[in-house]
């Protein structure tokens, strides 16, 4: 390499990397695999007692069976396969104690995944809050003297404003 310039060295240096790299990925005979697809996710992942949610999961290469999720939040369901992936859905009953619950998937091809539910269960009021003593109900409130105000103070606004208008034109 003495009698070549650095540009000529350089090259011979990135051809010899890459010769190497090259003969590794040839020698490495099976092709990586990056893992299985296997998840299940609940959404809403936190959802009030007595609402619904919906369950999507993958078993990696078997999305084209049924599988099944279980989960003390809501009990047993199936998953049936849906563009790609397995989807259901379920209601959390509403006297459901709040807290988290686990839901496990359980694939045909004896793959698994977990995910977690947090299940609240709020009281819901009976009747809409309190928030006064309901004065513009009726339309004899405030509500209304201030909407006459309003008006009234518009109009004067106008007034003035076209006398100023004719009166700039003398």
């Known amino acids: 390499m003495?009698?070549?310039?650095?540009?000529?060295?350089?090259l011979s240096a990135a051809l010899l990397v890459l010769g190497l790299v090259g003969a590794f990925v040839l020698?490495?005979?099976?092709p990586a695999r990056a893992g299985e697809n296997v998840f299940v996710?609940?959404?809403?992942?936190?959802?009030?007692?007595?609402t619904r949610v919906s369950i999507r999961a993958s078993c990696d290469t078997n999305n084209g069976k049924q599988a099944q999720v279980q989960s003390d939040a809501f009990g047993r369901v199936m998953l049936r396969p849906n563009n790609g992936?397995?989807?259901g859905a379920v209601t959390v009953p509403g006297n459901k104690q709040p807290?988290?619950?686990?839901v496990d998937l359980r694939c045909d091809n004896q793959n698994t995944a977990s995910t977690m539910l947090t299940v609240l269960n709020m009281a819901q009021p009976s009747k809409g809050p309190a928030t006064g003593g309901g004065g513009t109900?009726?339309?004899?409130?405030?509500?209304?003297?201030l909407l006459v105000g309003g008006l009234a103070l518009v109009a004067v606004a106008a007034g003035v404003g076209a006398r100023r208008r004719t009166a700039s034109r003398f």
Do not use: M
């Open 2 to 10: 003495r009698g070549l310039n650095l540009s000529q060295r350089a």
């Open 41 to 50: 996710e609940v959404t809403p992942n936190t959802a009030q007692a007595g």
């Open 85 to 87: 992936f397995l989807t």
């Open 27 to 30: 020698a490495g005979g099976s």
């Open 137 to 145: 109900a009726d339309g004899h409130g405030a509500g209304s003297l």
């Open 99 to 102: 807290g988290d619950y686990p």
